[in-house]
């Protein structure tokens, strides 16, 4: 009776899971498909929550995939939003256990709270979307200054125009086009790079795609809301070409400049769909950073991620990282791996558990592992 | 010990399959690997301090695949290691090094033993039993110092995960080596003919 009702409650009032890449392997080529933004991340589309309930979470109940379909909405079952608009509110947190080959230090971390509104007209040639969300203040903040950082912040905040299928257009505050999209966000290759979670710009990206490709130029100023000194202006290109069926290479390139720093950075990225269910992603770039008072650094970083769907809803996961931040001193290499499990019992709520293992080389003195245990759950109504 | 369990009862389905009707095919693959091993420097007054080495290296090999059924598979692979090791331990000083190596060349070889589970079409997981040797020509210590190394052979239990597509494959293994408080992976492409 209890798992009923709980498994009621999730069906109800909880909504779909975040966008992984890997679902690629279901044929799902293109990020537009299920996301407002074409190049991933942020609200997901009805058609993407229709899919998320219908393909790739559980079945708890005997409902028909045509029922899930119909209640993955905001309202779930209790009804449809008007179609200009859409909304999403969604909640990510993990219990994190580092340091387990020692003394393990146990915490709870608020990593996304947040909530989104997006209003569109029916054909979607026209839309507004903001996303307002929780950011804990960063653990280097000095204690004095803790009180006075806000923790509201505006993850996204833009207006798009897509005269026709293939083009499209994007002002306001967003993330930079580079690389591939994931909810890994403390990987190195998003972390060590920039790009992590609340690192959105302000900008103009203009989106070209069909079917079997996309490409974008995002012009970016850096973010407005930032002391003038730390914003990064510049570009970043974006390309992903699909050279078999449910396989796409892809390139970055970007280049910004600030009076702190300036940063140059290259990648190339592949995802694949091995069959149905099961995918791999990889990213390999090379990173410059220009310090305006130290000498630079020319480092690089690399991704890869296996998903591989036990049932539905399931998938095991396989993640490899490694980042280097400078070849020119002999400095660090850091290897991060670990096997995960990704579940999501129905749509609306994802629960996943890493763990992983943190190797450095290259240093004078080497150290054991550092074991940490990483348990997510993530809420999306 | 759990190691020493799983070993007899790998070799006795290995030894079934060959009765069997099946599917097999021959693999070749190259990959990444990395693992720890634990290291000794025995000082002047005969005190013993413990360091550990990390390996980062690269395998060449081959295997043999063996379908028991539709559901279970057995992977036998052989490889050859070329690696490089760093191993390092502070003094009781301020950055003082009693030992300090990197970048050492380390070769050996590499043997897998696994019987694995098709989940989907493209894709099998399981465990694997794995057999490492190693030879590592670690510089000597500072006069007084003796560095004392593991034995050349360890074994190790890894879950093997491998994804598939057409006569290519990704293939993931991550566990222990040695003991279970020494994490191993590699990451490798294959091809099966």
């Keep these: 009776m209890v798992i009923r009702v709980v498994a009621l409650f999730f069906l109800v009032f909880v909504s779909a899971a975040h966008g992984y890449p890997g679902y690629i392997s279901y044929g799902y080529t293109s990020c537009r498909a299920c996301h407002f933004h074409p190049l991933g991340n942020g609200p997901i589309t009805d058609y993407g929550r229709a899919l998320s309930a219908t393909v790739l979470s559980g079945k708890i109940t005997d409902s028909t995939d045509d029922d899930l379909a119909k209640s993955s909405g905001f309202l779930g079952p209790i009804g449809r939003l008007p179609g200009f608009l859409a909304l999403q509110a969604s909640y990510r947190g993990m219990y994190l256990v580092s340091g387990l080959e020692s003394t393990a230090i146990k915490r709870w971390i608020h990593m996304q709270a947040e909530g989104s509104v997006v209003v569109k007209d029916p054909k979607e040639r026209f839309l507004a979307l903001a996303t307002v969300g929780y950011a804990p203040v960063p653990a280097s903040t000095a204690p004095a200054l803790r009180s006075s950082v806000s923790t509201i912040i505006s993850r996204r905040h833009y207006v798009a125009y897509r005269p026709s299928e293939t083009l499209g257009f994007y002002l306001g505050f967003m993330d930079q086009a580079f690389g591939i999209q994931s909810p890994d966000h403390n990987a190195y290759y998003r972390s060590r790079t920039f790009l992590n979670m609340n690192d959105q710009t302000h900008g103009l990206l203009i989106h070209a795609g069909t079917k079997s490709w996309d490409g974008a130029v995002h012009l970016v100023l850096g973010n407005l809301s930032q002391d003038p000194t730390v914003r990064q202006k510049g570009a970043s290109l974006y390309g992903e070409v699909e050279v078999a069926e449910r396989w796409r290479l892809g390139a970055s390139l970007l280049a910004t400049t600030g009076s702190v720093r300036s940063r140059q950075m290259f990648a190339v990225h592949a995802r694949v769909g091995m069959s149905e269910g099961t995918s791999v992603l990889a990213e390999l770039g090379l990173a410059r950073e220009l310090p305006a008072s130290s000498p630079t650094l020319l480092g690089n970083f690399f991704f890869l991620q296996t998903m591989n769907r036990v049932t539905r809803g399931l998938f095991w996961l396989a993640t490899f990282e490694q980042y280097t931040e400078d070849f020119n001193k002999a400095g660090a290499r850091y290897y991060r791996v670990g096997p995960g499990l990704l579940y999501l019992p129905v749509q609306r709520l994802e629960l996943r558990v890493d763990f992983q293992a943190t190797r450095a080389l290259g240093l004078s003195v080497v150290s054991e592992d550092i074991y940490s245990l990483l348990a997510q759950v993530h809420v999306c109504l | ?193």
């Design chain 2, 1 to 193: 010990m759990f190691v020493s369990r799983l070993l007899p009862a790998l070799l006795i389905l290995a030894t079934a399959a060959w009765a069997k009707d099946s599917r097999e095919a021959f693999r070749a693959g190259v990959g990444i690997l990395s693992w720890q091993d634990s290291l000794s420097l025995t000082g002047p007054t005969n005190e013993v301090n413990a360091l550990v080495s990390s390996t980062l290296g690269i395998s060449l090999g081959g295997g043999y695949h063996r379908e028991l059924n539709p559901i279970y598979h057995l992977d036998i692979e052989l490889g050859l290691v070329l690696a490089q090791c760093d191993a390092g331990l502070p003094g009781p000083l301020p950055n003082q090094l009693l030992y300090s190596a990197r970048n050492v060349s380390a070769y050996g070889g590499l043997g897998s033993l696994g019987l694995h589970v098709a989940i989907a079409d493209a894709w099998t997981l399981g465990p694997s039993l794995l057999v490492l040797y190693k030879s590592t020509a670690w510089p000597q210590p500072g006069a007084g110092y003796t560095l004392n190394a593991e034995g050349p052979v360890g074994l190790g239990l890894v879950v093997d995960a491998r994804a598939v597509r057409g006569e290519w494959f990704v293939d993931t293994k991550v566990g222990f080596f040695r003991s279970v408080s020494r994490f191993f992976w590699s990451l490798g492409l294959g091809y099966s003919g």
